[in-house]
T-cell receptor, first 111, second 114 residues
Framework: QQPVQSPQAVILREGEDAVINCSSS?????VHWYRQKHGEAPVFLMI?????EQKGHDKISASFNEKKQQSSLYLTASQLSYSGTYFC????????????FGTGTSLTVIP | DTEVTQTPKHLVMGMTNKKSLKCEQH?????MYWYKQKAKKPPELMFV???????INESVPSRFSPECPNSSLLNLHLHALQPEDSALYLC?????????????FGSGTRLTVV
């Protein structure tokens, strides 16, 4: 079951913050986050595992609320290099090893 | 080596052609994946190999045929494709299929079927 992301698109000025949400209707083992720049491959950002955790590196962090089957990606003090499409990916408990990418969020950072 | 290498980067083929896409990784990853991505859409899973055995085939038409000759190499054989098969084909790998490991993607093969 494909997770749904919101917003679909967001435009930020450099230095502004953004939150991208990922929501599933199924119980989850894990949530991945990837960023894909135009014409390039998706790049792995982080993984959050069942147990409800929060992770981060540099100014990008994420949380996973397993009870709500939701994850949020937080981008603080955005930089031009943050532009791209962000995908969450989820592995569901009931379907075992099935992994689904979310609907995607296009993020554009402007000077 | 922390890369997944895909060749060719671009491919144009006719509907009667046979071609193959190649994917290679030397990170010791034991799970490898083929994804198809259309413009402005998320990647869609096609096949999963785990320890060189096909473990998932997401109801992909038989004109796509995967092969995993060894733990470092993954091929996707193409035959009698349709124009709607034009897309970016991404290969990915992960340590294995248990939890805790992200996917490393190759840069993809942009396929155009004419």
């Amino acid at each position: 079951q494909q997770p749904v992301q919101s917003p679909q698109a967001v435009i930020l000025r450099e230095g502004e913050d953004a939150v991208i949400n990922c929501s599933s209707s199924k119980a989850l083992y894990s949530v991945h986050w990837y960023r894909q720049k135009h014409g390039e491959a998706p790049v792995f950002l982080m993984i959050l595992l069942k147990g409800g955790e929060q992770k981060g590196h540099d100014k990008i962090s994420a949380s996973f609320n397993e009870k709500k089957q939701q994850s949020s990606l937080y981008l603080t003090a955005s930089q031009l290099s943050y532009s791209g499409t962000y995908f969450c990916g989820t592995r569901e408990i009931t379907t075992g090893n099935q992994f689904y990418f979310g609907t995607g969020t296009s993020l554009t950072v402007i000077p | 080596d922390t890369e997944v290498t895909q060749t060719p980067k671009h491919l144009v083929m006719g509907m009667t052609n046979k071609k193959s896409l190649k994917c290679e990784q030397h990170m010791g990853h034991r799970a490898m994946y083929w994804y198809k991505q259309k413009a402005k859409k998320p990647p869609e899973l096609m096949f999963v190999y785990s320890y060189e055995k096909l473990s998932i085939n997401e109801s992909v038409p038989s004109r796509f045929s995967p092969e995993c000759p060894n733990s470092s190499l993954l091929n996707l054989h193409l035959h009698a494709l349709q124009p709607e098969d034009s897309a970016l084909y991404l290969c990915a790998s992960s340590q294995d299929r248990t939890e805790g490991y992200g996917y490393t993607f190759g840069s993809g093969t942009r396929l155009t079927v004419v």
